[in-house]
């Protein structure tokens, strides 16, 4: 079923929130303040409020999830899948600047989160091997997921920070990740260069 408008309200407030005090804590107050709604209107649309930070880490991982496999389902190469998807964190990071504080600020410490770099980017490590893309024994995929989440809030960091626009950190993450995984130097780049295909919306429930 489709959140409603003050469903999403409260959401958007606190990522904000979660974001700015880096805390997995705020008060009713706070996010009606911060909502522009009533306190009624939270405790009418929270069915606990203790437990908002996990359903929040939870649905943005969800919904980038599925957003991101409907924006490359075309797509039939896993290097160019892989590197879409790196280049999909970056560039939101940057769209939605609340959006990549919450990322960057929570992405390994809360589970929900974690899961983000088991979804697509193992399928298409997975993938990747199964199709003789890449080179390194399927024992390193965990490493390799790991490497790959922590290049890319790294890379995300850098462009919320100014220091890189999220252009060059995104090809620029994005080839590195390939060269470590076994692609040539030159086609990593070109791969990790490609015009990066709009992130597609889907309906957030």
């Known amino acids: 079923m489709p959140l409603e408008r003050s469903q ?22 706070e996010l009606a303040k911060a909502a522009g709604i009533a306190r009624g209107t939270v405790y009418n649309n929270v069915e606990d409020p203790q437990n908002l930070f996990e359903e929040v880490a939870a649905e943005l991982a969800a919904e980038m999830y599925r957003r991101i496999l409907v924006s ?17 964190y970056i560039r939101r990071a940057h769209e939605e600047p609340a959006w990549g504080r919450f990322i960057t600020r ?29 080179d390194f024994p399927q024992v390193q995929v965990p490493s390799v997921l790991a490497m790959i989440g922590g290049t890319s809030v790294s890379a995300m960091l850098m462009v919320a920070e100014g220091h890189r626009s999220w252009r060059d950190a995104g090809s620029e993450c994005a080839a590195l990740v390939l060269r470590a995984l076994g692609i040539d130097a030159d086609e990593a780049r070109a791969i990790a260069c490609l015009e990066l295909p709009p992130l597609l919306e889907v309906e957030v429930s």
Do not use: C, N
């Open 8 to 29: 999403i309200r409260i959401r958007d407030a606190a990522v904000e929130l979660f974001a700015e005090k880096g805390s997995s804590e705020v008060s009713v107050t």
């Open 106 to 134: 929570f992405a390994f410490s809360e589970g929900s989160l974690r899961e983000m770099w088991t979804g697509p980017p193992m399928q298409d490590v997975l993938l990747g091997i199964a199709r003789g893309r890449y």
């Open 72 to 88: 490359y389902a075309e797509v039939d190469d896993p290097a160019v899948r892989l590197a879409h998807g790196i280049r999909f």
